[in-house]
């Protein structure tokens, strides 16, 4: 099995920054794609980021391209930096996990995903 866990969320004035991290254990991948997806309230998960086991492959969501950063280390620990948040950057952040095999595809669909961590609440105030 394979456990993923964010952590990091929290309240954060518009104009802000906040990082939220995801750990993953348990089985592991020797290649994979990890991505970032948020709720917000009435809404459908939507695609915030992605990068490949490598971290040579990004690929972000319109809405936060310029301002989120999405990294990771050599122990299966993704990170979102995200920068000039706003007001409708609220949402619970979730991270999840697939692997693959082949060439790399940084899927935005969550379908596509094999492994779910519970979410980290993000809230910013105008």
């Known amino acids: 099995q394979v456990q993923l866990v964010e952590s990091g969320g929290g309240l954060v004035q518009a104009g802000g920054s906040l990082r939220i991290s995801c750990a993953c254990s348990?089985?592991?991948?020797?290649?994979?794609?990890m991505g970032w997806f948020r709720r917000a309230p009435g809404k459908e998960r939507e695609f915030v980021a992605a990068?490949?086991?490598?971290?040579?492959?990004t690929k972000y969501a319109d809405s936060v391209k310029g301002r989120f950063t999405i990294s990771n280390n050599a122990k299966n620990t993704v990170y979102l930096q995200m920068n000039s948040l706003k007001p409708e950057d609220t949402a619970v952040y979730y991270c999840?996990?697939?692997?693959?095999?082949?060439?790399?595809?940084?899927?935005?669909?969550?379908?596509?995903?094999?492994?779910w961590g519970q979410g980290t609440q993000v809230t910013v105030s105008s």
């Open positions: 999840a996990v697939r692997g693959i095999s082949g060439i790399v595809v940084l899927t935005t669909t969550p379908g596509s995903y094999d492994y």
């Open positions: 348990g089985r592991t991948f020797s290649r994979y794609v």
């Open positions: 990068i490949s086991w490598s971290g040579g492959s």
